[in-house]
């Protein structure tokens, strides 16, 4: 398995690993929001617009050609209300595993090589959204060092 920085020349393999990691979170997460029926175009503007930017990174896992899974950054500015010391933020963003490369370490290695682009900017902290109901997910970020700091709360109107 290989690991590489994403280009733009990848950005199909972008969009298609982000449309199977929101459509595997529709299915499984009762609380999370259903997709509009051109989810899919909106996904590729938004990483046209995204992935390319001087404050984001991606990085792409593969076997032999397959791309297996990605993960993607950004280094974030918060609000200047905040120490200089709080700011910036390094973000988690869109991160995916095939199925059946899953629980072989690949995440690990492709969170690995996003925490080395966080520690080379010399951000200080990394946050990541992980849904209530994702046991694995809230687990994966737990034995990586994320630890939980705020919640969320969502009501139906």
Same mark, same amino acid.
């Not at 120490?83 to 869109?94: F, L």
């Not at 370490?105 to 994702?134: C, D, M, P, Q, Y």
């Given at each position: 398995?290989?690991?590489?920085?994403?280009?733009?020349?990848?950005?199909?393999?972008?969009?298609?690993?982000?449309?199977?990691?929101?459509?595997?979170?529709?299915? !499984?997460?009762?609380?999370?929001? @259903? =997709?509009?029926?051109?989810? /899919? #175009?909106?996904?590729? +503007?938004?990483?046209? &617009?995204?992935?390319?930017?001087?404050?984001?990174?991606?990085?792409?896992?593969?076997?032999?050609?397959?791309?297996?899974?990605?993960?993607?950054?950004?280094?974030?500015?918060?609000?200047?209300?905040?120490?200089?010391?709080?700011?910036?933020?390094?973000?988690?963003?869109?991160?995916?595993?095939?199925?059946?490369?899953? !629980?072989?370490?690949?995440?690990? @290695? =492709?969170?690995?090589?996003? /925490? #080395?682009?966080?520690? +080379?900017?010399?951000? &200080?902290?990394?946050?990541?959204?992980?849904?209530?109901?994702?046991?694995?997910?809230?687990?994966?970020?737990?034995?990586?060092?994320?630890?939980?700091?705020?919640?969320?709360?969502?009501?139906?109107?």
């Amino acid at each position: 398995m290989k690991i590489r920085k994403t280009t733009k020349k990848d950005l199909d393999i972008i969009v298609n690993f982000s449309c199977k990691l929101l459509l595997e979170h529709e299915k !499984n997460f009762s609380d999370f929001p @259903k =997709l509009s029926k051109n989810f /899919k #175009k909106e996904i590729r +503007k938004f990483m046209e &617009k995204n992935v390319s930017r001087k404050n984001t990174v991606g990085f792409i896992a593969f076997e032999d050609t397959k791309a297996i899974g990605f993960i993607l950054g950004e280094e974030k500015k918060d609000y200047p209300v905040f120490a200089k010391s709080e700011r910036p933020t390094g973000h988690v963003g869109n991160f995916y595993v095939e199925p059946k490369f899953r !629980n072989k370490g690949i995440g690990k @290695k =492709l969170f690995a090589e996003l /925490k #080395k682009w966080f520690k +080379k900017r010399k951000l &200080k902290k990394a946050e990541v959204g992980v849904n209530t109901s994702n046991k694995k997910g809230r687990k994966f970020y737990n034995e990586q060092g994320f630890v939980p700091y705020d919640e969320r709360w969502r009501m139906q109107l």
